[in-house]
C-alpha cells in the first residue's frame, strides 16, 4: 500500500511511469481492466477514438488489441462517426480490405465515407455511375465538399461527352456548397457570375463572392497556423496569395483529393488525358481536352476555376509565361 502511494502522481492524476511497468493492468482475479467494462462504454471509447483519429493506424491499433475489440471497433455506431482520416488510406496501400472497410462505414451511414469511396470509384476505377451515387449519398446528406465535386463533374461533363456539360446543375450544386461554406465552391460561383457562366451575369455580386471566399480562406488558414503567423515562421508560410494577394500557408487536402494524387502519381494515365495541375486536387480527365487551360501559358490544365485560383497562388504566378512562337 505504501508502495502505490510513493508512485501516484498527484498532478497527472495517474500512476507514474516506474509503477506502470510494475503493476499490469489486471486485478487480483486476472481479469483485464477492459474486459470488466460493459460494451457501451468501450463502444463510447471506439466512437471517441474513431472520430478523433488523425491517421488510420490510430484506429486500426485500438481495433486490433484483441477478438472483442475487433468486433466492438466496427460496430455501425463507430463506423457512422469514424472521421475522414481514419479510413485516408494511401493509393499504394489500397486494397480489398480498405474498400470493404470503406463500403461499411458508407454503409453505416458515414457521409465521409460515402464522398472518398466515391471519388475513388468516380476517378480511379473509372466506375462512374458506382462513384456518381456515393457523392450523391453523401450530398443529400448536406456534405459539401461532395456537392462542389459534383458540381465540377457537371461544369466539365465528366465521365461523358461535351454535350452532356450541365452548367446549370453545377451552378445550382455549387450554391448549395457555397451556402454550407465551402470556399472553393464560393470561389467558383463568384467567378461564374463574374462571366456569366451557367448563371446570369452579375460582375459585382461575382466580386463580393470572391472577396467572402477569400476572407474565409483567410480566417480558416488564421485559426489552424496562427502559432506559424505570429511567430512569422516562413518555413510553414509556404503559400497562399489568393485572388487578392494575400501570403498565407495552405490548408491540407482532403484525403480523398491526397488519395487521387497519389493514385495518378504513380499510375499511368493515358498519355492523352491529364491530370489537374493544382497539387492538391489530382482529379484527372475522364476524356481528352476534358479541362480548361490557362489562357496564358496553355500548358497548365485544371479541372475548375477554384484549382487554377489556388495553383496561381501557389507558384503559376511567377511561372507562368506566353508560349515561344517560332
Ligand atoms: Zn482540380
Ligand atoms: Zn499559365
Request: glycine share 8%.
Amino acid at each position: 500500500m505504501k508502495t502505490r502511494r510513493r508512485n501516484y502522481n498527484p498532478v497527472a492524476g495517474a500512476p507514474t511511469t516506474s509503477h506502470r511497468k510494475r503493476v499490469k493492468l489486471t486485478t487480483s482475479i486476472g481479469h483485464n481492466f477492459f474486459n470488466m467494462l460493459p460494451d457501451d462504454i468501450v463502444l463510447s471509447i471506439f466512437i471517441k477514438v474513431g472520430s478523433t483519429a488523425d491517421c488510420p493506424s490510430d484506429f486500426v491499433a485500438g481495433v486490433s488489441t484483441c477478438r472483442r475489440f475487433k468486433t466492438l471497433g466496427v460496430n455501425s455506431l463507430v463506423l457512422s462517426k469514424a472521421s475522414a482520416e481514419t479510413f485516408a488510406v494511401k493509393a499504394g496501400n489500397w486494397s480489398e480490405f480498405a474498400h470493404r472497410f470503406l463500403q461499411r462505414c458508407s454503409d453505416a451511414g458515414n457521409v465521409e465515407a460515402s464522398y472518398t469511396l466515391g471519388m475513388i470509384q468516380f476517378y480511379c476505377f473509372q466506375n462512374r455511375r458506382i462513384g456518381a451515387a456515393l457523392m450523391a449519398k453523401a450530398a443529400i446528406k448536406s456534405h459539401a465538399p461532395a456537392l462542389y465535386s459534383l458540381a465540377i463533374i457537371q461544369f466539365n461533363g465528366s465521365g461523358g461527352s461535351k454535350n452532356i456539360k450541365d452548367l446549370i446543375g453545377g451552378v445550382t450544386l455549387c450554391a448549395r456548397a457555397a451556402f454550407l461554406g465551402h470556399i472553393d465552391a464560393i470561389r467558383e460561383l463568384g467567378h461564374c457570375l463574374k462571366d456569366g457562366y451557367g448563371i446570369g451575369k452579375n460582375t459585382v455580386e461575382g466580386q463580393r463572392f470572391l472577396i467572402e471566399a477569400n476572407a474565409r480562406e483567410l480566417s480558416t488558414i488564421c485559426s489552424k497556423h496562427s502559432s506559424a503567423l505570429l511567430s512569422g515562421d516562413r518555413k510553414n508560410l509556404h503559400l497562399l496569395v489568393s485572388d487578392f494577394g494575400f501570403c498565407l500557408p495552405c490548408s491540407r487536402s482532403h484525403p480523398a483529393n491526397r488519395f487521387l494524387v497519389d493514385w495518378f502519381g504513380d499510375r499511368r494515365l493515358d498519355p492523352a488525358l491529364r491530370v489537374c495541375c493544382y497539387g492538391g486536387c489530382g482529379r484527372p480527365e475522364t476524356r481528352v481536352n476534358e479541362f480548361r487551360r490557362c489562357s496564358v501559358c496553355s500548358v497548365m490544365n485544371y479541372c475548375s476555376r477554384g484549382c487554377q485560383a489556388r495553383d496561381w497562388t501557389m507558384g503559376h504566378n511567377k511561372n507562368c509565361r506566353p508560349p515561344v512562337r517560332l
